[in-house]
Nanobody, 115 residues
Framework: QVQLVESGGGLVQAGGSLRLSCAASGIRFSFYTMGWYRQAPGKQRELVAVITSGSSTNYGDSVKGRFTISRDNAKNTVYLQMNSLKPEDTAVYYC?????????WGQGTQVTVSS
């Protein structure tokens, strides 16, 4: 059974930092492209960052230079370091595991940035 469990969300003031973690089980983690997506109320889910099996990264325009995605294949975990947070970063953040056929999603973790 595949599980993606996100953690690390919470309430933070603007300008602060958070680190999200996503622990995966039930998949050969190192083979998957891992990603973070977010969805704010009334908005579509959007890409935050992805990291391939070869550790190439890509970021959404709104987070470039502020967020960093990384992975630890030994721990089956992907991270999202979020710095210089803004109120507009407030959303539920979801982890995704993708090999191009059937992606898996986590349940999400809430990030709230107060002004």
């Amino acid at each position: 059974q595949v599980q993606l469990v996100e953690s690390g969300g919470g309430l933070v003031q603007a300008g602060g930092s958070l680190r999200l973690s996503c622990a995966a089980s039930g998949i050969r983690f190192s083979f998957y492209t891992m990603g973070w997506y977010r969805q704010a109320p009334g908005k579509q889910r959007e890409l935050v960052a992805v990291i391939t099996s070869g550790s190439s990264t890509n970021y959404g325009d709104s987070v470039k230079g502020r967020f960093t995605i990384s992975r630890d294949n030994a721990k089956n975990t992907v991270y999202l370091q979020m710095n210089s947070l803004k109120p507009e970063d407030t959303a539920v953040y979801y982890c995704k595991a993708d090999r191009g056929i059937l992606p898996y999603w986590g349940q999400g973790t809430q990030v709230t940035v107060s002004s």
